[in-house]
């Protein structure tokens, strides 16, 4: 029988990257439960929602520019994109400079859904986070530091 193995922590809790894992895996059974009310998976709400915020300062957006800006996989994002379309959420079409790109708009119908899906969203998000009450620009403000100081890793 081989020997257990050693943990530098007395117990999991002690592990800011266990109670990250944990924190986040609540949060998006939480965020899939909520939008599931509108058949939208959280993922597929980040794509829509990215989306919607990169069309605010774009004429054409990419699959390339949802994914670099929602630091998520190219052919995931491939994958969600097509869900949503056979939704009617997305419009997809050949690129107008770039032949090798699709260019992604919202339909009328997505627009509408990302709507509803944000009031969900900050719903949740609100419900979650006001345990953290008066420490929460604080939490923000950390979690800020560690993505800006991480990001290129």
Do not use: C
Not at 29 to 45: G, P, W
Not at 64 to 85: E, F, P, W
Not at 141 to 147: E, I
């Amino acid at each position: 029988m081989t020997n257990p193995p050693e943990f530098h922590f007395q117990s999991p809790e002690e592990s800011s990257g266990y109670l990250l894992w944990q924190v986040t895996m609540l949060w998006q059974r939480q965020m899939n439960r909520a939008l599931s009310e509108l058949d939208l998976t959280h993922t597929q709400f980040v794509i829509l929602a990215t989306l919607g915020w990169l069309i605010k300062d774009k004429s054409e957006v990419t699959q390339v520019d949802i994914s670099n800006h929602s630091n998520t996989d190219r052919m995931m994002v491939s994958k969600v994109i097509a869900n949503l379309q056979d939704k009617n959420f997305v419009h997809r079409q050949e690129h107008s400079t770039d032949t090798r790109a699709k260019s992604v708009s919202l339909t009328r119908e997505g627009n509408s859904i990302l709507q509803m899906a944000l009031k969900v969203v900050e719903q949740t998000d609100n419900a979650f986070f006001s345990h953290l009450a008066s420490q929460q620009s604080s939490y923000n403000n950390m979690m800020k530091v560690l993505y800006k100081n991480n990001e290129q890793s």
